[in-house]
């Protein structure tokens, strides 16, 4: 690849402490598709090198989207007034099983992905249905985006109705080693499968046992929902009277570890707050859905003082909303409403740390991603203030406008590792 440089405005952070603000300057992108590091003057080695005249905009490292659900874009909006159960057996596992026809997912996943690509987002963590094909169709939509995102297919033989369900445990693994079979033949660069299990009540005994065993075998990353309502957390409780906790089921079949994502944590013990940082799986905070859906609110203030991986998802569509800008700014104003509401919470969040769980905190999963620190996959997206800005203002108020008043719409360019 033909090196580059921007010429422009940066913001991006290196650790949840540190927000860098580099007005007028270039960030250099290497042959690798690596930063070399942001620079005040475009040092000499790199004289001649193509320049990207950004100076109007600002540019950041693009927000990484680490939850959500492609097959049910079309829900967008819909069935807010329900809690998870209901609204999972009343909305969304009879629009998923629409994905059995190949036609009516090709038109989703085109509309969803188009959207995606001018969002944002430049990475993501994304759960497809329990469909072989649509999943591989999902895959081959996303490649061609230029996005590079995690994809599963669906994990879930228990507890949804018959249009959903699979047969059993051995149909869902035969039905996932076919999947990654047909994943490797198409030596995709940007799509990687990722093993899904959607939550603990949806999967036998012997099908969680059998995504360790491959987990064990293949060394895959794995993405599912932890603890994110209560009458779940009480469900699985029941199916697994003898497991100390809802984490604690995940972790005896070998499901969590330093490659897991685990969507939501609202209600995480002690005991499971502690097996998550020793395994070093990391927690996906979905504020705009934990409202919608009424779960509750995630102490991310907590579990990042912790030490705790932390990062973001849309979760649509118990998100109503794939602008990651939208999930940064719910994930500030709920964690100030538990401040306010709860005195055991001492801290809320501040809108760095929010940009750098959307930031860092989720590009870490996928590798050096996230910053424009040397040595970091270039990813960038520049983005046209001039709606929110009148011009001349410090860096210190463009990104809080960004973080308040950043909308997918003010997106003008993108680069994923380069490309
Ligand atoms: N738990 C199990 N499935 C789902 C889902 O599709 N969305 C959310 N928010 N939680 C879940
Ligand atoms: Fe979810």
Redesign the pocket.
């Known amino acids: 690849m033909e090196p580059f440089a921007i010429w422009g405005n940066f913001i991006y952070t290196e650790g949840p402490e540190r927000l860098c603000l580099r007005p007028n300057s270039f960030a250099v992108c290497n042959e690798n598709g690596l930063c070399e590091g942001i620079f005040e003057r475009l040092p000499d080695k790199f004289n001649g090198i193509r320049l990207n005249d950004c100076r109007d905009f600002i540019t950041i490292p693009g927000y990484c989207d680490m939850h959500l659900?492609a097959g049910?874009y079309r829900n967008l909006g819909r069935g807010m007034d329900m809690q998870?159960i209901q609204w999972?057996e009343e909305l969304?596992y009879p629009e998923e099983s629409m994905f059995r026809d190949l036609d009516f997912a090709k038109k989703v996943y085109g509309a969803l992905v188009a959207e995606l690509a001018g969002s944002f987002t430049t990475r993501a963590a994304i759960f497809s249905t329990a469909h072989t094909e649509a999943t591989v169709l999902l895959m081959e939509e996303l490649e061609r985006s230029g996005l590079k995102t995690f994809v599963g297919r669906v994990n879930m033989d228990s507890n949804a109705p018959d249009s959903i369900r699979e047969r059993d445990a051995d149909y869902s693994l035969a039905e996932t080693r076919d999947w990654l079979a047909q994943v490797k033949e198409k030596h995709f660069r940007r799509t990687q499968p990722i093993l899904t299990p959607?939550?603990v009540p949806?999967c036998s005994p012997a099908l969680l046992q059998g995504l360790g065993e491959l987990a064990g075998e293949t060394g895959l990353p794995l993405q599912s929902?932890l603890d994110?309502n209560r009458d779940e957390i009480e469900w699985v409780h029941q199916l697994h009277p003898d497991s100390p906790s809802y984490a604690a089921v995940y972790d005896e079949n070998g499901l969590l570890g330093p490659n897991t994502l685990m969507a939501h944590c609202i209600y995480m013990t002690d005991e499971e707050c502690a097996l998550m940082r020793e395994r070093g799986a990391y927690v996906v905070h979905c504020p705009t859905?934990n409202t919608n859906?009424r779960s509750g609110i995630a102490p991310m203030r907590k579990y990042l003082d912790m030490g705790l991986h932390t990062c973001l998802g849309s979760?649509i569509s118990?998100g109503h909303t794939l602008d990651m800008a939208e999930v940064i700014r719910q994930t500030i104003g709920v964690s100030r409403a538990l401040w306010q509401l709860d005195e055991s919470h001492p801290a809320y969040l501040t809108a760095q740390e929010a940009f750098y769980m959307a930031t860092e905190g989720g590009g870490s999963f996928f590798g050096k991603v996230g910053s424009f620190q040397p040595g970091y996959e270039f990813d960038a997206v520049v983005v046209d203030d001039s709606v929110s800005c009148q011009g001349g203002e410090p860096m210190e108020a463009r990104f809080e406008k960004l973080i308040y008043l950043g909308d997918s719409c003010m997106v003008k360019e993108k680069y994923v590792a380069g490309e």
């Open positions: 659900h049910q998870l999972l969304t959607r939550f949806s929902h994110e859905s859906v979760d118990g």
